[in-house]
């Protein structure tokens, strides 16, 4: 009997480690292939492919990481058995709506004539949920471990961009002409950088770091944003920290102490806030603000409203090709480029379809909030807010993806986590089911 028993230890010590090792590789490939997803930019993928340029196959306007996104949820998803609380299984079932839905909206455009709005239809948002998916196939401690990861790239490439503010040059490609410069980081875009070191300052609050690390966190996300010269990223990230200070609970503290608490961290904060923005404006990172917000950019997005006036109502219904439609902004409103995602959304795939789209869109990431901390509403109300002030929702950025993969790495709490590393040992709880 004992040797029996010592068999069946062994055996089972034996399967925990395979299930430790296929945890530990799950989480590197999915690692790679976020970030490879996340930091290969726009610039540096068209000097390899034809990405974003004319011409070219269709296989060739995919990301990299797109495709090593798809192929690693099939390895998820089919690599081993995986269970699903309760509350994931409704997530599970959204996600492959979802999905569904994105390649239901491509088929259309492809039907439609429309097909080079697929693209960023796949690139942005079928690849999101893809990783959501990735994401919901990995046990709790790999997805904290993939937003942990994923946020350290963000402050990585927030202070890249402050070094590319103070030296006044950029590490990464970047082919666009600019009147002043501005840095880039690790995205293909100021304004990204702005927008997603403002949306990471909220998951920072999410995190088990140490205090003195998240407070440093937040601090190199802000400047990094000020940096970026994205001014509407900017005020919302202001407002985002005081909104985190004030109205998130502190633990461990009565009611009482926390306001009390709060006041005096409140007071510390605008004091350093006003001797920050005094240092921002002496190094020349807040020069943006020093004229009016009424500019030239700023009216470029209200003049792009004006090219409805230039196409039919057959057009605004059904859509039109996404190049005829850029030669209509720039030889009738003179504006070299579409920075507003109602008007592409209408636009390229006609009202009915935009307006569904539009639905979807929010559908998908409001299930994602159900549940979720009020700092993650925080840090999604920062992004979405500072997306609609340029084209970020309808072109091929990673902002999407990355949103789902924090907001699922912290979406349960730190204390109700489960410490066990093997997918199937996470969850004892009966009322599961394995997809």
Known sequence: MSSLAGGSETLETSQARRQNA????????AASAFLLRFTMSVQTMNRLVPYTTDGGPFYAKLHFGTYAIFLLLVVVLFSRPFLLHRDEIGLFKAMLFFSASMFGLVAYLFAAGHANASGFVIDAYAVASAAGLVMLGLNT???????DVVLAMLILSAFIGIIEAVTQHRFMPYSEAELAFRPIGLSSHPLSLGGSSATAIGFVALTNWRMWLRLSAIFILFVGCAASGARTALMLASGEVLILLLFVRWPGLSPKYERQAKFVV???????????????FAGGLLDRFGDTLFDANFMSRITIYQVFSYVSWKDIFLGMDGGDLLKIVNEKLNLPF??????????MFGLPAGLLFSALILWFIFRLLRGAAMPAWIGTMTYLLASLSNNALTSKTPDITMLVVLLLAYRNPLAGAPSTASGPD?????????P
């Open 338 to 347: 579409i920075e507003s995602a109602p008007v592409v959304i209408i636009m």
């Open 22 to 29: 296929l945890s530990i590789l799950l989480l590197f490939c």
């Open 141 to 147: 401690d790999t997805r904290r471990r993939l937003g």
């Open 426 to 434: 996470r969850n004892s709880n009966p009322r599961t089911r394995t």
């Open 266 to 280: 409140l007071l510390f904060t605008l004091a350093g806030g006003a001797a920050l923005v005094a240092a921002l």
